[in-house]
Structures are given as C-alpha cells and as structure tokens.
C-alpha cells in the first residue's frame, strides 16, 4: 500500500474529516532502531497524529510534536515538514523495564508527563521563540492526551483514532469546526455526533489494513462530503553533516577537542535515522577554522 492522507470537509456541517496510513514511510522510520512493541506502538500513533494535524496547518516550519515523559519512556518525537517529510524517535530511560501496561504506566508514571506542540518557522527571525503550547497528560491513550491538547491549547473539538504495528501506522481525524460569523456552514446540526458516532465503529485491525479513502468511504458514504484532497506522507531525516558540524560549533573548541584526544574521533549519530557522522582532528581544525564542514568534506568524505 502507498503511504497517503486523504483529508475532506462535510458539505453540509463545520466538520472535518481526515484519514492517514503510512506503510513504507513508518518502516523506514524504525528500521534502524529495535523499539519494544509498546513504545513502537505508541510512537506510530503519535506520528499518525502528526501528519493529520500538520496537514491541516498553513505554516511554512516545522510542526514538532512530543511526548516528555516521567515513566521507562523519557521522550517521544515527531517532526513533520509543511510537505508531510515526517521523521521520528523515542528514548528509553537506561535500565527501563517495558511493559504493556498502557501509556500511563510508560509516560506518565508519577503524573508529571507533558505533550507540547511546538511550531518552529523555517524563516525564524533572530531572537523571536517558536510558538509552543504544552498540557498534562491527561488521558489513557495517545489519542485522547493529543484531544485534551486540542481542546485545552487550540480550543478546537477534535477526536482521533490511532493504531500502530510493526507494518503500519494509521489514524483517523475529526474536527469541529469554528462557526463563522456565528453561523455554521450548513444545515446539518447533527452532523458531528453523527461522524464521532460512526467513526467509533473502527477497530484498530480494520484502521491498519485499510487504504484512507476505503475507511472514509466505509465511514460517510451516506454523507456529502467535498472533493477529497490527497497527499503523499514519507520518511525524510533532515540531519546533515552541515547541521552536525553547527551542533560542534556550539558546543565550543575545547569540548570538542578533548573528546577528540580522549577518542581519537569525534562521532555523532542521530536519533531519527541512526546515521552516524565523524570528525577526525584534521576535520576539527577546519571546522573550527572556517565556521563550516564544506572544506571538511571535500577534504575527507565519510
């Protein structure tokens, strides 16, 4: 099946309606790295969850959404670009013990977890902050904490339907819609119990082995809906050597150089893709020299 979103509003009411699966793309995200079944699961859902609300955000940056969390599951991130390039990742604390105890016992173990929304623009001026909004964990599952977020930090009624496995990733969205003028967008006033009612007839098997246009169509093939509209989910890790070589900048000449006559090498992996990048003394010098890796890499490419 082909990675897709497929998003519609009803012709008739303030409703939204979205459906996503991600096949290849969340393979690609976890196929470097060996999560429990719990964690995997919850991270599938989570980056579902991303790709429905980003799509819906006319916002040139990046849409990051995580879990911190205070039980085996220290963090949870997604980050999804404007084109839905969507990567991800998850940190164990050392030692954890995974169980299949559900998300409070992973996250929210002492009721100190936190979800946050962060919106970072690609064009960000110097010293403005990205928008950040940050709630409890309030819930028993990732789609009721992501709801609570919508209701609590964009008083948006939302309801979401997620499931993940070790194949796919999958999620269904509905959002009632701000009233325009004070006047709703059509006649149908039952229209929103009417979709939450319906979309709570999926179970999880049915929402992972289902294209998004066959659950919509099995959902609402009674109601008006507009002309879907159809994007194209996938995996993308942004790291970069370049990005790498800013992150050793920061962390200034003598850190660096320390690390490099303790190890011989300076090596960076990113948590997202599992790529590992490595600075040499000879690296070091240049970057330093040059505030960049570009004399770096053509003089030894890794």
Partial sequence: MADRLIKSLFADAPVRCEAVRLDQAWRAMIAHHDYPAPVM????????????????????????????????VKLLVVECQPDLRLRATAKLREGAVITDE????????HGHGRCALTLDPRDRLPGVQP????????????????????????????????????????????????????????SDTDAWERSVTLARTLNP???????????????????????????????????SRERIGRMLLSLGR????????????????CDFCNRAYEFDGIDVEQLFATGSTAQADTAKPH
């Fill in 131 to 186: 928008y950040q909004g940050i709630v409890p964990l309030d819930g028993d599952s990732m789609a009721e904490v992501l709801e609570v977020y919508m209701r609590q930090s964009e008083q948006l009624e939302s309801r979401l339907w997620l499931a993940a496995d070790g194949v796919a990733a999958a999620g269904v969205l509905l959002q009632k819609l701000p009233l325009e003028g004070g006047r709703g967008a059509g």
């Fill in 254 to 269: 003598e850190e660096v150089d320390s690390i490099v006559a303790e190890r011989g090498t300076v090596e960076v992996t």
């Fill in 41 to 72: 699961r919850l991270l599938g859902e989570m980056t579902a969850a991303a790709a429905l609300l980003a799509s819906n955000i006319k916002f040139n940056g990046t849409l990051i959404l995580q879990i911190h969390g205070d039980g085996p």
């Fill in 102 to 109: 559900g998300l409070r016992a992973l996250v929210n173990a």
């Fill in 205 to 239: 098997a049915e929402l992972l082995a289902s294209e998004p246009q066959d659950v919509l169509r099995r959902l609402y093939w009674q109601e008006r809906l507009q002309r879907p509209t159809e994007l194209a989910p996938r995996f993308e890790c942004t790291c």
